[in-house]
């Protein structure tokens, strides 16, 4: 409870969230949940994508991240070039106005400080930007809270997101790797900390009463067109990624396997469309899963997991079922290895569906064994992200902390 005479801390949450990417929603699931358990006194709000997705599902009020409601779409008309340029400007204030209000704002997870993905400078990176440089201007504490981060080309992306990671007051990461990788861009990490991915702070589904088809694969796809310095080869990549892909489900049918096709994305819905129409089969079929629980649901459901993208991962491997990654990034490599899983890697850029079927086969002889792994890896994730809400509490809480102190000295 927070004393009659003080005022309630106000927290901010911040990034692409109600935009349609599960694995961003579960990220900012897992903040409020932490934030209602121990910090229920906080107020909390949103800057994000969709803040009428984000208002609705989670009952806290959000603004649009960006003015220029075309931020994200191809601008060629002289129009939309100078909506955009005058939307950079606004979001500068808007912005600085909306974090100044703020004791606290976190962003949740999420591979911000990445572009494994294509990425424009001048869209999300500098959005962090003003973010952590409104912050550092305002006295509000900024926290990347179990943040992706990787290598990144584009010098303009990477010396936005260098200086968005200095200017913030806290920082923790989702991986080592992503925390070499900030410091080798030049960011003192000497401080910062490794935990899971947020997703993992998530309830695990109970065991269904209804488990699905036996033999049941349960398949995560994705628009995949290469990462950031991929551009030139985006669509060889993808129809790379798709025809192997295909040829890996008319392989499974052909032996009676039931395939379950997931996404993670508004933007994976052609690729599940286009497997479906390519095999034309009954035994596959498309989840309509809205939110990471529907996910792990589904993964709970199934005798075995391929998935791409990272997030989809984490939902199998929380639940259990044994899982192979089509990897498109280092992070799905390093998740896996994390998971005692390294073996079961497949290259999303150069999907050998004969390659991936072998895999597929020794995954499966090993599944008893690898299900007892993943069960002692989760109890120790578990732990680890206990910690991180203790640390996250010390360092954007103290008061908060110091009183929790008190009441548990003898």
């Known amino acids: 409870m927070t004393p009659a005479n003080e005022t309630p801390v106000r927290v901010g949450v911040f990034g692409l969230l109600g935009s349609g990417n599960l694995g961003n929603d579960g990220s900012l699931e897992a903040v409020l949940g932490y ?28 603004t649009r991240l960006h003015w220029y409601r075309g931020e994200y779409r191809t601008a060629s008309r002289a129009g939309a070039i100078a909506g955009k340029g005058l939307g950079k400007l606004v979001d500068a ?44 201007l305002f006295g509000t504490r900024v926290a990347l809270v179990s943040v992706g981060a990787d290598a990144i080309g584009n010098r303009p992306t990477r010396t936005l997101v260098r200086w968005s990671a200095r200017l913030a007051a806290y920082r923790s990461y989702r991986d080592a790797l992503s925390r070499d990788a ?37 398949l995560g796809v994705m628009a995949f067109h290469g990462g950031d310095d991929d ?13 192997g892909t295909i040829r890996f489900v008319r392989a499974l049918v052909e032996e009676g396997r039931p395939v379950r096709l997931l996404t993670g994305d508004e933007c994976d819905a052609p690729v599940v469309a286009a497997i479906l129409e390519a095999v034309d089969s009954p035994l596959v079929t498309a989840a309509g899963a809205a939110s990471l629980a529907d996910l792990m649901k589904e993964t709970a459901a199934a005798d075995t997991v391929v998935a791409t993208r990272y997030h989809n991962l984490i939902c199998a491997l929380k639940a259990g079922t044994p899982t192979l990654a089509l990897s498109y990034a280092a992070k799905s490599d390093a998740l896996m290895a994390r998971m005692g899983l390294d073996a079961y890697c497949h ?27 993943l069960a002692e890896r989760n109890k120790d994730i578990t732990r680890r992200l206990e910690h991180q809400f203790t640390a996250l509490t010390a360092a954007l809480f103290p008061a908060a902390d110091h009183a929790h102190a008190l009441r548990e000295a003898p």
Do not use: N
Request: hydrophobic content about 45%; overall charge positive.
């Open 35 to 62: 934030l209602r358990a121990e910090h229920p006194e906080a107020v909390v709000d949103a800057l994000c994508g969709g803040p009428e997705v984000v208002a609705a599902r989670y009952r806290i009020p959000a």
């Open 93 to 136: 204030v808007r912005t600085a106005a909306w974090v100044r209000r703020h004791d606290v704002v976190i962003v949740p997870g999420m591979g911000v400080l990445e572009a494994t993905l294509p990425l424009r400078p001048w869209g999300f990176p500098y959005s962090l930007f003003l973010l952590c440089a409104s912050g550092r």
């Open 182 to 218: 900030m410091r080798a861009m030049g960011v003192d990490t000497a401080r910062d900390e490794v935990y899971p991915d947020l997703a993992f702070a998530l309830p695990t589904p109970p065991a269904s009463a209804s488990p699905g088809a036996p033999g049941r694969v349960c």
């Open 231 to 243: 551009r030139a080869r985006a669509e060889e990549i993808h129809r790379r990624y798709l025809d």
């Open 347 to 373: 290259p999303a850029r150069e999907v050998d569906a004969d390659r991936l079927l072998e895999q597929f086969r020794a995954l499966e002889k090993q599944s008893a064994q690898l299900r007892r792994t």
